[in-house]
């Protein structure tokens, strides 16, 4: 210690208030608080447990400083128990205090609304005025101790994790600094680590900084936290170009920041800039195809609402764009493509063929994709030529990647007539499944088909009252249940 | 004076400031015969403190008040602290008198806070700035939570630490009111340092050492991501399934009106509520804590019984003759009225309820889960999954399957992640390389290391799957997930018997060292178990805590047999929604 009591000797020396010294303590007290007083007769309110020597700070900093704004109110205990115990709590050692601290944090105390935990009793008198306090008691001499500053780092943490004032100033050396740091991160409360963090962002170059950090991950990230929360994106991006900190994924972080760019531009050239960051050989090309949709789309969008507009176009008077398709998911951006730009050569960037071999859309993506937007739009062509595969013979078949069957729900949302959902109702291939889809949306033929070949004719016959009376479909199920008794027989 | 509230806020001090709940924790304790000091006296009212006006912090000016004094109370924010600024800023200077702001933080000052007011030039305006320290909250008669949304993510994705830190001084002050606890366990990262932390505060303050007869026999410090899986699961309690369904937040619950109309004769359908309904949810409530922890396909016989027993109660009206009876009866009616509402309401709830669970979507997301927990196909690309990400169903939805099949086959096939993090990009878009990322570093979603698959091995020996489930008269905790015996709770579970010497091997897969220690208590304070006493064990759950956990721990305290009743404590009550939403990114620019 002897050590830092020598930095203290010079600090005082050096500093403005090298007036008050610590030889005379009631003398002492009574010029801090007429000075105090001087200070802040501003304010109106002299909170009794503030206590009087904050604002002229011994550090010898102007007040509001950071040391000053660290230093926390918890002492607004000391009141209420300074007449029991107070000798034996502040005597002993600064460590002392921890039981009426304690106390004061439980639930206990908290549900009972004490007044010193609250400035509540205090606030129900502003009506007399809390000048009219009774004068304040002295307080016994120990406690004044809390005020020397020549703790060691631990105590100095200790101290500020119990919300104590502290000044971090007199932490001088680079060593000092660095073993404040470690005793904070030890510690594991945010609020002191952050609180020396300041203080060494302030006080160390930057470089310096950085390399102390890139050993100590865990106040790095508070650190990070901290930049990122008070929006001190230089500093940050700094940071991250620092080389030693490419093995943290926090390349992340610098693309995170596109979301904070509302102009598109701005946004495309930013993530342009991101393309050449290290991510990792997946995220690289997730952030290209970022990129790369974000281009499109600005070229889509700059097109179409200038059609739009012109009123040239017969889809856009039709189906008005209900919003932009900027910054929209790719997969929207291709049921789009496919709303609008269905039949485009697949040269142009907003063809959906364009589209899907850009980005490697999977088959099954974009036939489902481009069903929903050809069903919407009730182009049933579309939706069969999507379905129907040629072999090289030249024979067609029907195929889907996703299942008949959702084919059909799809068709049926975007009320497609009878006729073109049964004959999707008819090539879905579970027996029950085609049944069940099949009576759920009236496909008469698809059922009666299907129980001829199952020749189910209980089924049949129960289905009949289904059907309208007189309807073809009724003449269709009594002649196979005609021919049916005749080929049992 | 004016208290100006962070909305966030107002539901843990709904929690606190009422007189009906805080009298039954304190009824209710489950810690013996010892008197249940935790929770005091109930705060006099706002008005005795002379509050007149209350409002909700918002930007803008100050809604005008004939006060003299303005508190405000926040959580540290900077979002919040930027409205405050904005209130403070344009607050009308000229006004006679003039007001005085306050600042109350809860639960604790911010430096960074404090250093961003003062770069807005306002700190100045603020003459007092304190702190109500809220570590840990009454939920219930044997649930505390620290409501500390950001703990898992905090910890996991930004190392900080600093919720952890506030565990440890909520346990030291547990410690004060209910005596040391002479035994503390753990396992996982976080639990470690809770206890380091513990034992530290006890060092350096030699005075903690108090004198009061320990209600605690032991304490379990259980990290979230030792259990990863658990919370991923839907919940199959009749209390998971509304917080699944409907979200509970500081047990309170808002349903949909339709169901609550009340019947009355000649008015049906005349004017629907249109406001959600609110309710509150806690033991407090007779019918409630019977079917709370119940598995949902339990409670419609319940339901039903006690209808029938309602409607025999009423029905004895007709017997009563004599006068003395039917005073009698007139007695007994006010309670009979407000069973009778109880079961009016949870009989309307598990209908909305019913609606959901007997849904064809909800099946098949069911099955789909129970599949991975029991180990079926959780190395290919599942087309479940596939379906709902081309439907476009909600994210988290997916999320939620996608990494519950990681947790299920320690890691995906790198083949297999790389196919769903593309279609999950292209579909919701890029931006969520974000939230993926996240999920990634919390060992949430992650390729397989090694190739080796720990799951199976772990399923086994602690017995995760249990395929003869009974789900209305349970004898194993698996009946709150129909099958899936939560892996948080059978530790709890297997520590108490015979041990976790028995099941070394497993905990050394599971991620974080395990670890014992004791603190010593004087030999006046040890303990004399009488026969047949059971002991009590606080299980601290640090990342979060789901009801379905808590329900199968509240079985366990109830089995005739198990020697060992639990109280449960955590740094919040989470569901697999929340939990996801916390670790996502947020995409959109906060709203001011």
Redesign the interface.
């Known amino acids: 210690m002897s050590r830092a009591r020598a930095d203290e000797e010079e600090y005082w020396h050096s500093s403005k208030f090298r007036a008050f010294t610590f030889d005379d303590e009631d003398d002492e007290l009574s010029q801090l608080k007429e000075s105090k007083r001087a200070v802040n007769s501003l304010?109106d309110?002299v909170?009794d447990d503030d206590d009087d020597l904050e604002r002229v700070s011994w550090s010898g900093e102007p007040v509001?400083s950071?040391s000053w704004?660290?230093k926390?109110?918890?002492s607004?205990s000391t009141s209420s128990l300074e007449g029991r115990d107070s000798s034996l709590q502040k005597g002993s050692s600064s460590?002392?205090a921890?039981?009426k601290q304690?106390?004061?944090?439980?639930?206990?105390?908290?549900?009972?609304?004490e007044d010193h935990?609250?400035?509540?009793g205090q606030?129900?008198l502003?009506?007399t005025g809390v000048k009219n306090y009774a004068p304040e008691l002295r307080r016994p001499k120990a406690e004044y101790k809390d005020y020397s500053s020549d703790w060691s780092p631990r105590d100095t943490v200790?101290r500020m994790?119990r919300?104590k004032v502290c000044s971090l100033e007199r932490f001088r050396s680079l060593q000092d600094k660095l073993v404040l740091l470690d005793e904070a991160v030890a510690?594991?409360?945010?609020?002191v680590i952050?609180?020396v963090l300041?203080f060494l962002k302030r006080t160390l170059r930057r470089e310096i900084l950085f390399r102390e950090l890139e050993v100590r991950?865990?106040a790095l990230?508070?650190l990070i936290?901290?930049l990122r929360?008070?929006g001190e994106q230089k500093l940050l991006l700094d940071l991250l170009r620092t080389d030693c900190f490419f093995t943290l994924?926090l390349q992340?972080s610098q693309?995170?920041e596109?979301?904070?760019i509302q102009d598109v531009e701005k946004r495309r050239e930013f993530l342009k800039g991101c393309i050449g960051l290290p991510f990792s050989a997946?995220?690289t090309s997730?952030?290209q195809?970022?990129y790369t949709?974000l281009e499109r789309q600005i070229i889509i969008e700059a097109n179409d609402r200038h059609l739009e507009m012109s009123g040239q176009s017969e889809i856009f008077r039709k189906y008005p764009r209900k919003a932009s398709i900027l910054?929209?998911?790719?997969?929207t951006t291709l049921f789009y493509s496919c709303f609008y730009h269905y039949t485009e050569a697949e040269g142009t960037f907003s063809s959906p063929t364009n589209l899907k071999k850009t980005?490697k859309?999977p088959d099954?993506?974009y036939v489902?994709t481009a069903l929903a937007a050809r069903a919407k739009l009730r182009a049933w062509n579309d939706v069969d030529a999507l379905l129907t595969t040629k072999n090289w013979l030249g024979y067609t078949k029907k195929k889907a990647p996703?299942g008949f069957h959702?084919v059909v729900e799809m068709l049926q949302r975007n009320n497609a007539p009878v006729q073109v959902l049964q004959e999707y109702v008819r090539l879905v291939e579970d027996v029950e499944t085609r049944l069940n889809l099949a009576t759920k949306y009236k496909c008469h033929d698809v059922v009666i088909e299907t129980y001829r070949d199952l020749k189910d004719r209980i089924q049949l016959t129960a289905y009949k009252c289904k059907v309208e009376r007189g309807s073809a479909e009724e003449e269709k199920i009594n002649s196979i249940l005609n021919n049916m008794v005749r080929s049992a027989y | 004076?004016a208290i100006v509230w962070d909305e966030y806020l107002t539901g843990p001090f709904g929690l606190?400031a009422q007189y009906s709940l805080?009298k039954v924790s304190a009824g209710r304790g489950r810690g013996g015969s010892q008197p249940c000091?935790?929770?005091?006296?109930?705060?006099?009212p706002a008005q005795e403190?002379?509050v007149e006006k209350m409002f909700t912090l918002k930007p803008g000016r100050l809604p005008p008040a004939d006060v003299?004094?303005i508190?405000f109370f926040v959580r540290p924010k900077?979002e919040l602290m930027d409205i405050i600024t904005d209130n403070v800023l344009r607050e009308d200077r000229g006004r006679s008198p003039q007001r005085?702001f306050?600042i109350?933080f809860v639960p604790?000052?911010?430096?960074?806070c404090?250093?961003?007011l003062?770069e807005q030039g306002v700190?100045?305006s603020f003459?007092?700035?304190?702190?109500?320290?809220?570590?840990?909250i009454?939920f219930d008669g044997d649930l505390l939570s620290m409501e500390s949304e950001s703990a898992f993510k905090?910890c996991y994705l930004?190392?900080?630490?600093?919720s952890?830190?506030h565990a440890?001084?909520g346990l030291?002050?547990l410690q004060?009111?209910y005596g040391t606890i002479p035994q503390i366990f753990g396992k996982g990262d976080c639990a470690r340092?809770v206890a380091n932390?513990m034992i530290r505060m006890k060092r350096?303050?030699p005075?903690?050492q108090n004198s009061i007869f320990p209600v605690f026999d032991t304490l379990l410090l259980l990290d979230r991501n030792v259990d990863l899986l658990t919370p991923l699961a839907t919940q199959l309690t009749y209390e998971g399934l509304i917080d699944e369904i409907y979200g509970i937040q500081n047990t309170y619950v808002k349903l949909p009106p339709e169901k609550f109309a009340p019947k009355k004769q000649g008015e049906g359908g005349k004017d629907l509520p249109t406001e959600p309904k609110k309710l509150q949810l806690n033991s407090a409530e007779e019918l409630y804590a019977e079917i709370r922890d119940k598995n949902f396909n339990a409670v419609g016989s319940v339901l039903s019984k006690k209808a029938k027993i309602i409607s025999a109660a009423f029905e004895e009206r007709h017997h009563a003759k004599t006068v003395g009876e039917i005073k009698q009866f007139v007695s007994q009616l006010p309670h009979m009225q407000a069973a009778r509402s109880s079961l009016a309401n949870h009989t309307s709830i598990a209908e909305l309820i019913k609606d959901i669970t007997t849904s064809e979507d909800f099946f098949d997301n069911l099955t789909v889960e129970q599949e991975f927990m029991s180990g079926i196909d959780t190395d290919k690309v599942n087309n479940y999954i596939?379906?709902c990400i081309?439907q476009?169903h909600p994210l988290i939805k997916i999320l939620r399957l996608v990494c519950l099949q990681s947790v299920c086959n320690s890691g995906l096939k790198q083949k297999v992640l790389?196919h769903y993090?593309?279609?999950i990009?292209?579909?919701?878009?890029?931006?969520h390389?974000?939230t993926l990322?996240n999920l990634e570093?919390a060992g949430l979603l992650k390729p397989q290391a090694s190739g080796r698959n720990n799951y199976p091995t772990i399923r086994k020996t602690l017995r995760l799957w249990m395929d003869d489930v009974n789900e209305q008269n349970p004898n194993d905790i698996s009946y709150v997930y129909s099958g899936y015996a939560p892996l948080s709770v059978r530790l709890a579970q297997l520590l108490a018997r015979p041990g976790w010497r028995s099941i070394e091997e497993v905990l050394k897969m599971l991620p974080g060292p395990h670890f014992e220690e004791r603190q010593q208590l004087p030999t006046g304070l040890q303990k004399k178990r009488q026969h047949g006493e059971n002991r009590v064990t606080l299980v601290f759950f640090l990342g979060g805590v789901t009801y379905a956990e808590i329900a199968a721990l509240r079985f366990l305290s109830q089995m005739e047999d198990g020697g060992t009743e639990y109280v449960i404590a955590t740094t919040k009550l989470i569901n697999g929604t929340t939990w996801i939403k916390s670790l996502m990114?947020k995409?959109e620019?906060a709203p001011f």
């Not at chain 2, 000091?37 to 006099?44: I, T």
């Not at chain 2, 990009?425 to 890029?430: I, P, R």
């Open positions: 304010r309110i909170d509001g950071i704004s660290i926390e109110t918890a607004g460590y002392a921890l039981p304690a106390s004061s944090y439980s639930l206990s105390s908290l549900f009972k609304g935990h609250i400035p509540y606030m129900a502003t009506d200790r994790q919300g510690g594991h409360d945010g609020n952050t609180a300041i991950q865990v990230c508070h936290h901290f929360e008070t994924s992340l693309y995170r596109h979301l904070n997946e995220d997730h952030v195809d970022h949709l910054n929209m998911p790719l997969v980005f859309i099954k993506q489902l996703i959702r | 004076q606190i805080l000091p935790l929770w005091g006296d109930a705060p006099a403190h002379e003299k004094n508190i900077l005085d306050h109350l604790r000052r911010s430096l960074l404090e250093q961003w003062k700190l100045g003459i007092h700035r304190e702190q109500y320290s809220l570590d840990l009454p905090e930004e190392s900080d630490q600093t952890l830190y440890a001084k030291m002050t004060a009111l340092h932390m350096e303050f005075g903690s596939e379906d081309a476009k790389d993090k593309r279609e990009l292209q579909t919701y878009g890029y931006e390389i974000l990322n570093k990114e995409l620019p």
